[in-house]
């Protein structure tokens, strides 16, 4: 093949590290009349009545101008709850953007002639690599961190949890090791998805106080869990807890998420941002959310209890469910395979989630809806294996 840019082959213009990427793939967002969505882990209730009022009000000619650069409104009131500064604070449009953020501050691009050709072959640790070019995560998590790695031209250690999704011991990882002390950036979703296990804070601090590079505990799903560990960003100069509006705070489709942790780490990834990444609506109703805590604790307690009930029933229907700190369950069906069942709940209108990594590929991973979407769920998989 040749490597001359010319306008006949357009690829020539791309670089090859972008040309052999793999996009992220996201849950689809089919528009079904009477679909019930169950796929990406958002939550069934609305914004709080004050949050879609603030909204609504503030569309008017203000659209016009460009928003605050620093989010410096909800910096301010967020630094507030967590009982910090607002220099301890980067927000980003959704949590994904500050994850990618932490991918280009912290850790180097694999030296050039080192790239590899397939970004996302699956790469045997770390071989080759140097700790100041590695991404690191256990599988399965958040799907999108080798995507970030890729991306960035880093390498990727992908270290596997336990059977029962638990992390290994600092002593395990050492034994195996595969598991990188030294990496420049490791990323841990807390609790985890998509197995919905939980984490102790305990644990993750000495999983923290033995790496040498940036650590970051990605709690997109915090709200429905235990305990969080946003202490430890607090406590540590090395630690970022990650936390979104998204999935507990009913505002995926507003696109704000952030970090809490050291302020010079802050700072270098205030340098990297783009000046107006957060938009102004996105703000004014992140803030308003801030202001009306009371209405979302009401719906994390649903959604637990919604959880509860529908891995009771599930179980009682021959699933294999885990347990489950998130607001989505993890289980294994019975009689066919995870894939039919995907299948045979979709002719009947209910979307789940399942992934095709032979890891989790036994596996749905069904979003906690409302209790009438759950009984739905329930009454149709006791048809289906009728
Ligand atoms: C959904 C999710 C995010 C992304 O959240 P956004 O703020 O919507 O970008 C980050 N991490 C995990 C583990 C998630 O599941």
């Given at each position: ?15 090859p ?7 992220y ?10 679909l019930?969505?169950?796929n ?8 709080s ?16 101008l ?44 694999i030296s050039e ?32 961190y ?17 059977s ?8 395990e ?13 490791t990323?841990v ?18 999983l ?13 799903y915090?709200d ?15 630690v ?6 998204s999935?507990a ?8 998420g ?45 959604i ?12 009682k229907?021959g699933f ?53 979407e ?13």
């Amino acid at each position: 093949m040749s490597k001359s840019r010319t306008a006949s082959r357009p690829s020539g213009f791309i670089r090859p590290l972008v040309h052999n990427l793999h996009a992220y793939v996201p849950g689809e967002q089919p528009k079904i009349k009477g679909l019930i969505k169950l796929n990406t882990n958002e939550n069934p209730y609305p914004p709080s009545p004050k949050v879609l009022r603030a909204v609504q009000t503030a569309v008017d000619g203000r659209l016009r101008l460009y928003p605050n650069p620093t989010a410096e409104k909800l910096r301010a009131k967020l630094a507030k709850l967590h009982g910090c500064k607002p220099e301890n604070i980067i927000v980003g449009n959704g949590s994904d953007e500050v994850l990618a953020l932490a991918v280009r501050a912290f850790v180097e691009p694999i030296s050039e002639g080192r790239i590899p050709r397939v970004p996302n072959q699956k790469q045997p640790g770390t071989r080759g690599a140097c700790p100041s070019e590695t991404v690191q995560y256990f599988t399965p998590s958040y799907s999108l961190y080798p995507v970030l790695a890729d991306i960035h031209g880093a390498a990727k250690n992908a270290v596997p949890l336990k059977s029962d999704f638990s992390t290994p011991s600092v002593a395990e990882l050492k034994r195996g090791q595969q598991w990188n002390f030294n990496a420049a950036l490791t990323l841990v979703t807390t609790p985890n998805a998509p197995s919905g296990r939980g984490y102790k804070t305990a644990e993750l601090e000495k999983l923290c106080r033995a790496q040498k590079g940036v650590v970051v505990l990605d709690e997109a799903y915090v709200d429905f869990a235990n305990e969080n560990a946003l202490k430890l960003a607090l406590k540590y100069p090395h630690v970022l807890v990650a936390r979104t509006f998204s999935k507990a705070y009913s505002l995926c489709f507003q696109r704000v998420g952030y970090f809490v942790g050291h302020p010079e780490l802050i700072a270098a990834l205030d340098k990297i941002r783009d000046s107006y990444n957060v938009n102004g609506l996105g703000q004014i109703a992140a803030e308003a959310t801030l202001d009306d805590l009371k209405y979302y604790r009401v719906n994390f307690k649903k959604i637990i209890a919604t959880r509860e009930w529908l891995s009771r029933e599930l179980t009682k229907l021959g699933f294999r469910v885990l347990p489950s700190q998130t607001n989505f369950i993890f289980a294994k069906p019975p009689l066919f395979p995870a894939q039919v069942w995907l299948q045979k709940l979709r002719n009947q209108k209910i979307l789940v989630r399942w992934f095709r990594a032979p890891e989790v590929s036994d596996y749905l991973r069904i979003t906690i809806g409302t209790p009438v979407e759950a009984a739905a769920l329930a009454k149709t998989a006791w048809a289906i294996l009728r």
